[in-house]
């Protein structure tokens, strides 16, 4: 890794700010629907478009789910918590103040366990999860700079957004990249967040400082905005590591600012340096009254926290005999996991589940992408009856997996393909020893071999029984002929 | 004591466009209301809670049903400058 | 017709629809005619919704004639601040900034005057952004006093004190943030109730200082206010501050009796900036009580110095973050610009009066970095200390009895230093901070004859309790039968 070897001789210190839209139904403080991709300002309402004399009203499920959520990372959910406005202009925002939490967030003090290189596992610190509302978008003639005016469309403003804000713990890009998969991971389980991050539903700011190996204070910290996928938070995170050492092999200072990461050009850029510093008076949203979440609210959303990810990956490994780089994959999405004890469920075995899915099922569907996991062209009972048909004899595992990309084509079930196709296996003895004679008799040196009894000389022989067969040939059968022809000779 | 620098501050944090004469007898007559404002100093306030809402109300919520947007065209109605189905805003220049 | 209905109060008005001796039509059409007639010279109206009131008082017509009134307020003609939003009517809240604005949404209390079937004659000026004491700070015109028409009606609710006194509205809507509904009430001899905070809803309010915005009834007597109140009075899930409790029937509670009613008389505004003509008529008040029955003791409310020193930070600041929103993208005014900023500055700068920017910046500065815990934070302290004041007297005492204002009615331009203008409301901003509910009823006149303020304050959701002991005042006084000579 470059960035590792520029970055010899410092340490990294990496913190993460994530953004993500909860999928509620309506908005934070409306009734307007949050669904994504409508045309533009046709879900707005006097509300959430910061008309006058309009008023901001809770939506509980965003409380749940952020409860829910705070739980779900170990967090303390605070007795008591309130909305505050944060101002500062800007077109995107109807009423030029966001309403969000500020000192009294609503919970503190959590973690998140992460894989690191080596294979351990870090718990990175949560300093604070909170609530707020999201802006509208801004569509720029041009870019940003040039744009001689720019549009509005506020459908977005006013979608409930969850910030949680890591503990600067992470130590490399790797680990910050891995920070955000299991956090996606969590949140996508819970069912609080769709994670689909090109529709911007889970958006990620970083800081990150470098200081020399030993040194205690932390080094001067830069933050970059716009890291909207896993990749780019490493190829950004790996862009500043070598900027700031090479700044700071060459003497220079770092600049404590906000850079903006161009996943086009692959490098970050300074967003203009801020001669007027954000000032956002913050003060307690008088619109809106305090939550005091009481114990009861709070130990109803535990109970009805699903298995999480972590929790999921140790029980396969326990349960089903996996591996625990299989496991981890399984339960990458709450979905896939599913989808693999479906397939358990519905009679396959353990082991052969996980290889078909592991290694046929991820090639046609995103395993993140809990929808085309559950709208998977091959559903778990389909896999499990093709693991059937192996088991059974009645196709060789060649054919399963021709049969297996049938099946992702054309949805149909693996007996269907088979029965429709010819594909059984060959199991007349009496047409396979023909088969047998052929291949021996076309090759005399093939024949000398497997007579002097060499094992690779069978295994050929059985190879080109398949070949000569489609593939149809049942191979045991292959195998159990020749031995009786060999004793016969 | 408000100076001028602070009031040209917070006219900036506040959008307001001000004249240098407006600027400087807002400057004069926030002294005189901040002067007034600072008897609050006479009193002892330690440990005493801070009242934002007059009525004490907590956890009041609504259900996440969807309720009917508003149509495109009567939120676009009153812009200044609607561009089709979008609002039109001037030039921006970060700050 | 013999009587001039547009001198009835509401009950009177409903009592006539009802006896058939007048319609919602014909009392529609006396208000306008006479709107048409005196407006220009009080200044009462910003917008007159002639036609809409037509068609509105036809409707309620049809319904009396059927014998199936919507209620009490079926066909009575009504003006509403121009600080509440009515779909498809032009709503200004007083500035230019929003010059031309017709909300697509209307606030609660309208819409449910409008369901109880008031005819809404149109939206009364008021002082922009309802911060003022004169409604002179109006961006479109200065109103007047019908008592004198030299005089300013007081503020900021002015044109629906003005527009009800100068019997160019049955009744009216007005908002109290620091006194708007009771200063301006006091000055034109009005009823003015500022009821508890949740107890009518916000939403549909333009906000000024969402946690001293209170929507309350102006009317010509205190049976009419128990009306009003009841009708606008309730939950509203849109108001998450908007308080569950259940409504009483306050006009009932008008019948009761004040004996043996324990009322307090705080000292603290006694003071020597009280004109003595005032604190002579609030005296004749508690021996007229007395005389019905109350007991009268002095009390103490120790803060009250402080309660518009509290309000002058709290009230700003809650405005310069309410008032951002209006920066010529989405509504209202846009003075073109360079960029963005440079738009949203001039806009600002031209849309809104020297009054509002005053509390912009003043409520910016204080709470900009470095000054909420010396400003806003103990701001809110003290305004814990001034509620405990009041809920320490109410332990002792059923209702507090004071002054409204410390002043009559003054001339336009009288008071043009912006301090002098706040200590208008010295008596009416602590009870906004409490957040309990206070009432100012007509309690004398000067020896100029200009209407004097009693203000009756009680605990909060006590209106029931407020309005018994106006409306027997009301009864054992002659003051309702003075009215100004306008036309």
Partial sequence: ?489 | MISRADVDHVARLARLTLSDAEAERMREQLAAILAYINKLRELDVEGVEPTSHAVPLVNVFREDEVQPSLPREAMIANAPEPAGELFRVPRIIED | MTTDLTRLTMHALAAAYRAGEATPSQATEAYLARIAALDTRVGGYLTVTAEAARAAARAADARLAARRPLGPLDGVPLALKDVFCTRGVTTTCGSRILEGFVPPYDATVAERLAAAGAVMLGKTNMDEFAMGSSTEHSAFKPTRNPWDLSRVPGGSSGGSAAAVAGDLAAAALGTDTGGSIRQPAAFCGTVGLKPTYGRVSRYGLIAFASSLDHPGPITKDVRDTALLLGAIAGHDPRDATSVPEPVPDYVAALDGSVAGLRLGVPREYFTEGLDPEIARAVREALEVLRGLGATTTEISLPTTDYGLAVYYIIAPAEASSNLARYDGVKYGLRVPGRDLIDMSSATRAAGFGAEVKRRIMLGTYVLSAGYYDAYYGRAQKVRTLVKRDFEQAFAAVDLIVAPTTPGVAFKHGEKEDPLAMYLNDVFTVPVDLAGIPAISVRGGFSATGLPIGLQLIAPAFEEARLLRAAHAYEQATPWLERRPELS
Avoid at chain 1, 80 to 108: G, T, V
Avoid at chain 1, 246 to 271: H, K, N
Avoid at chain 1, 450 to 465: D, L, Y
């Fill in chain 1, 1 to 489: 890794m470059s960035a590792v070897a520029t970055a010899a001789g410092y340490e990294v210190v990496i913190g993460l700010e994530v953004h993500a839209q909860l999928s509620t139904r309506t908005k934070m403080f409306c009734g307007c629907s949050t669904t994504f991709g409508a045309p533009p300002n046709t879900q707005t309402c006097p509300v959430c478009q910061g008309m006058p004399g309009t008023l901001p009203v809770i939506n509980r499920r965003a409380i749940e789910f952020g409860t829910r959520t705070a739980l779900a990372f170990d967090c303390t959910v605070n007795a008591s918590c309130r909305f505050a406005r944060k101002h500062y202009y800007y077109p995107d925002m109807p009423k030029n103040f966001q309403i969000s939490q500020y000192e009294e967030p609503l919970a503190e003090h959590g973690g998140l366990e992460i894989d690191v290189a080596g294979g351990g596992v870090r718990r990175i610190g949560i300093q604070r999860l909170h609530l707020e509302e999201d802006v509208g978008k801004l569509v720029h003639e041009g870019t940003l700079e040039t744009a001689p005016s720019s549009l509005v469309d506020y459908n977005r403003a006013g979608v409930p957004l969850m910030e949680t804000v890591s503990q600067p713990e992470l130590s490399s890009p790797e680990e910050a990249a891995a920070y955000l998969r299991a956090f996606r991971a969590v949140l996508v389980y819970l069912g609080v967040c769709d994670g689909n991050m090109e529709e911007g539903s889970l958006r990620c700011d970083a800081n990150i400082s470098l200081r020399r190996r030993g040194a205690t204070e932390l080094g001067t910290k830069v933050e970059i905005k716009n890291l909207n996928s896993f990749r780019n938070v490493q190829r950004a995170l790996e862009f500043e590591v070598i900027r700031q050492a090479a700044a700071l092999d060459a003497g220079e200072r770092i600049v404590q600012e906000t850079r903006l990461w161009d996943a086009d050009r692959g490098y970050t850029r300074s967003m203009r340096s801020k001669e007027f510093a954000h000032d956002y008076r913050y003060f307690p949203e008088p619109d809106l009254v305090p939550l005091e979440l009481d114990l009861a609210f709070v130990e109803r959303a535990r109970a009805a926290l699903p298995e999480l990810p972590r929790a999921g990956r140790r029980r396969f490994v326990e349960q089903y005999a996996l591996r625990g780089a299989e496991a981890a994959t399984l339960t990458g999405s709450r979905a896939l996991a599913e989808y693999y004890e479906a397939t358990v469920g519905a009679g396959a075995g353990p082991r052969p589940a996980a290889n078909w899915i592991l290694s046929e099922l991820l090639r046609v569907v995103p395993g993140d992408d809990e929808q085309a996991v559950r709208d998977s062209p091959v559903s778990p009972a389909h896999l499990a009856g093709l693991i059937r048909l192996i088991d059974d004899g009645t196709i060789s595992g060649k054919i399963a997996k021709s049969v297996f990309d049938k099946m992702a084509a054309s949805r149909e079930d693996a007996a269907t393909i088979v029965g429709r196709e010819g594909l059984t296996q060959v199991a007349d003895s009496g047409a396979l020893a023909l088969v047998i004679d052929q291949v021996l008799a076309a090759d005399p040196k093939l024949l000398a071999d497997w007579k002097s009894g060499k094992t690779a000389a069978e295994n050929a022989i059985v190879g080109q029984v398949m070949k000569a067969t489609q593939g149809k040939a049942n191979p045991a059968l292959v195998r159990d002929l020749l031995k009786e022809k060999l004793s016969k000779t």
